[in-house]
DNA sequence: GGGTAGAAATTGACGCGTCAAGTTCATCTT
DNA sequence: AAGATGAACTTGACGCGTCAATTTCTACCC
């Protein structure tokens, strides 16, 4: 579980010059049909905090794959918009990275165990997610 | 499977002022029955690099949770020891990493999915150890 | 026995993530 | 309408991990 991660990051790193991290951001926003997103729901999206976004989308953008700017008259919201490069670069980069994950977790699998790895993560994020709020109520 | 990994981090950082890697170390060198560890064989156990395994150490020593002293006579053989203070945290640390790890993994899994994660795990792991070396033969 | 190879560990530079602080707006209050 | 509040980002400093280079020994070779 541990290795996992960054055996992933590890390779994408090498094939394709960008982070895991990297890769969703450029991923999401290429999903978004005017490949344009909100900093702050970029950043929900990602489960990042708007501190990391900021930091991985300005390296982004002095790479010329995405380009950011500000909307007019909503207080300080920005919007970042993939760039034709950042398009051609996440389209390049995603059989690699399917590639990736099915070699190192879905192929190794069977399909009983496959389906318990599902189960496993709803379970796992739940207990993290409700663990420090306790459901947001009863504590304290 | 990636928030995982953060989750447990941030607890024991939290509870422990101790990454989870910083945890291994000193847990590792507390099995040991003179709580003493050649730095390769630290680092095998680890599973980490000879590298990280310095700096790490070298922030653990100031700190003075443990201490390096070189074996005389073979090559540039340093040994790491745990501290009296470097016992007392890890003894003092182990409590809450098996909740943490109980509470976020163990407890929301029923047991038929705990059996699955075992299998998963060595599948996986097998996968990413597999993929590159291909079983240490016929490769190139 | 001088020289080379190579094992074991350390070091420095660099990139990324985090945290705390700072900006820049819009909005609400009275 | 002046001032406070708060949302949305950005920035800087700092810690950690990685990679490449370096140091420090032993051992082998002829």
Chains 1, 2 share one sequence.
């Not at 990602?46 to 390296?59: C, D, K």
């Not at 982004?60 to 207080?75: F, K, N, Q, V, Y």
């Not at 796992?124 to 009863?138: D, K, S």
């Amino acid at each position: 579980m541990i290795s996992l991660p960054a055996a992933l990051d590890a390779r994408m790193q090498r094939e394709s010059q960008l982070t895991f991290f990297e890769y969703m951001v450029l991923s999401v926003l290429s999903e978004q049909e005017d490949r344009t997103m909100q900093m702050s729901a970029l950043a929900v999206r990602t489960s990042a905090s708007l501190s990391r976004l900021s930091h991985v989308v300005g390296r982004l953008e002095t790479r010329g794959l995405l380009t950011r700017s500000r909307i007019p008259g909503a207080g300080r919201r920005t919007n970042t918009t993939l760039t034709e490069a950042g398009y051609d670069v996440v389209v390049a980069a995603a059989p690699g990275h399917v590639a990736a994950v099915r070699e190192y977790l879905i192929d190794p699998l069977e399909t009983r165990d496959l389906k318990a790895l599902q189960r496993i993560g709803s379970a796992v994020q739940a207990a993290i997610n409700g663990g420090p709020v306790r459901q947001a109520a009863a504590e304290e």
